[in-house]
């Protein structure tokens, strides 16, 4: 526990390459390959999260600013996921959920119920979240485990069925997503896809990147785009000349930058990517394929996600005003939407138009599941002795207390014995499921491999 706890402690950026580094060698790479792809991955993490902080840096001011010139007066504070984060590893559930995660994942594997392996141990506080929020509701700490573990399988199954999208739209071959907060929403994203493909001359709108670039020429590029979404955000928070110009020049350096650090992590990722595939055939001459789980950070420079969750800013603060029975006020983790698009952009086939009504869709429900949970968010943060921002009553976050996966768990709690029992039912039934369209999957690769 303490040699888990002291690699999450070090930070993505550092553990990741460790981790990636020995399990490259147990795969048989070689130590001088397998620590270079390691510090590329590093590289790769440190360059998204410098781009990602100088978004939130500068898109954070800008948001408040728009806060108060949109008039907005709710009683519901989001504080963003550091405070999710508190409240999931600040409780005894935090703690177990590195060890139980990877048992899962392993049982998971073993039972051919995923293909992922799963080596985003940062992000298992997402599930942790899960599992604090129903120890407080049922003071269990057993059924807080079996429900943190629940929102973990349910991920896994996501991610594996997201893959395809997330190799073809993404350019991201043998990644899964098994992020809790971008999983969420992929349901969602695939009902609502769906709907519109019913609904004449909506059906026939197409706008991804290629066919942005071709209609509006260089307008359409990422660096002119960027940009110009930077200008209407300096002009909706009333900037002065000088920082709208600056705000406009982040946001097209936003745009340009966040896929060439995707590009270098990729570069590190490879190896390990070919050496996990190359053991799979040795082992089961071809007819098994795994996918290695990453942080949807890799995935965040998509044109398309990144321009989609900029225009959703103002957006989000337009909504929250109009949302009937919303309390919930956005603000620290609006920089942070563009997690919320990773899967969505896929599902929608990287289309702008049906990306952004999706976004639509996604946010104004959110913001009424983050008034919602708002209470046990901000009893879960005093019991995790996160500090409370003066004059705030009630606490909420987007990331991942407005997303609707954790919510319909904690919610189904409250039922006690027939929640648990419909929960696992449910989980059980997306696992055998899911094994079903694997061994499938495998037979039809081995018929393809053998023709």
């Not at 002291?6 to 399990?23: E, H, N, Q, R, Y």
Request: proline content about 5%; charged content about 10%.
């Amino acid at each position: 526990m303490n040699i888990l706890q002291w690699l999450v402690d070090l930070g993505a950026s550092v553990m990741m390459p460790i981790i990636f580094s020995i399990f490259a060698v147990c795969l048989g790479v070689k130590i001088g390959k397998a620590i270079k792809s390691g510090l590329l991955i590093g590289i790769g993490f440190i360059g998204l999260n410098i781009v990602i902080t100088l978004l939130t840096e500068n898109l954070g001011p800008a948001a408040e600013a728009m806060v108060t010139n949109f008039g907005l007066n709710l009683n519901v504070l989001d504080v963003g996921w550091p405070a999710a984060s508190a409240i999931a590893f600040g409780s005894t559930v935090g703690i177990l959920i590195i060890p139980l995660g990877i048992i899962i994942n392993v049982v998971m594997l073993l039972t051919k119920t995923t293909r992922t392996v799963n080596i985003d141990i940062w992000n298992f506080w997402h599930f942790a979240f899960t599992g604090s929020l129903v120890y407080i509701v049922t003071g269990s700490l057993g059924i807080a485990l079996i429900f943190a573990g629940v929102n973990m399988i349910v991920t896994m199954i996501i991610a594996d069925r997201t893959a395809p999208l997330v190799e073809s739209e993404l350019g991201l071959p043998g990644i899964s997503i098994p992020h809790g907060f971008s999983a969420s929403y992929a349901p969602i994203a695939w009902v609502v896809n769906k709907i519109l493909d019913f609904i004449p001359g909506i059906n026939k709108i197409k706008l991804d990147a290629n066919d942005i670039q071709k209609k509006f020429g260089i307008f359409g590029e990422p660096a002119i785009l960027g940009t110009m979404i930077g200008l209407l955000l300096g002009i909706l928070a009333k900037y002065d000349v000088n920082k709208t110009l600056n705000l406009a020049m982040v946001m097209g350096a936003v745009l340009v930058l966040t896929p060439k650090m995707a590009a270098i992590l990729m570069e590190g990722l490879m190896p390990v990517s070919e050496a996990v595939q190359a053991l799979i055939q040795r082992k089961f001459s071809g007819k098994a394929k795994l996918y290695i789980g990453l942080d949807s950070a890799v995935s965040v420079g998509h044109p398309v996600t990144l321009a989609v969750s900029l225009v959703m800013v103002p957006v989000t603060l337009i909504l929250a005003l109009i949302v009937p029975g919303n309390q919930f006020l956005p603000f620290a983790s609006l920089a942070g939407l563009p997690f919320m698009f990773v899967l969505i952009t896929p599902l929608a086939r990287g289309d702008f138009f049906r990306t952004f009504v999706i976004g639509v869709i996604v946010v104004g429900v959110g913001l009424l599941i983050g008034t919602n949970i708002s209470p046990l968010f901000t009893e879960a943060a005093l019991a995790a002795k996160f500090a409370i921002p003066d004059g705030a009553r009630l606490i909420s976050s987007i990331d991942y207390g407005s997303s609707p996966l954790p919510w319909i768990i904690v919610k189904l709690s409250e039922f006690k014995t027939i929640g648990i029992g419909a929960v696992i039912a449910v989980t059980v039934g997306l696992m055998l499921w899911n094994r079903s369209l694997i061994i499938k999957e495998d037979k039809n690769e081995g018929n393809v491999t053998a023709e």
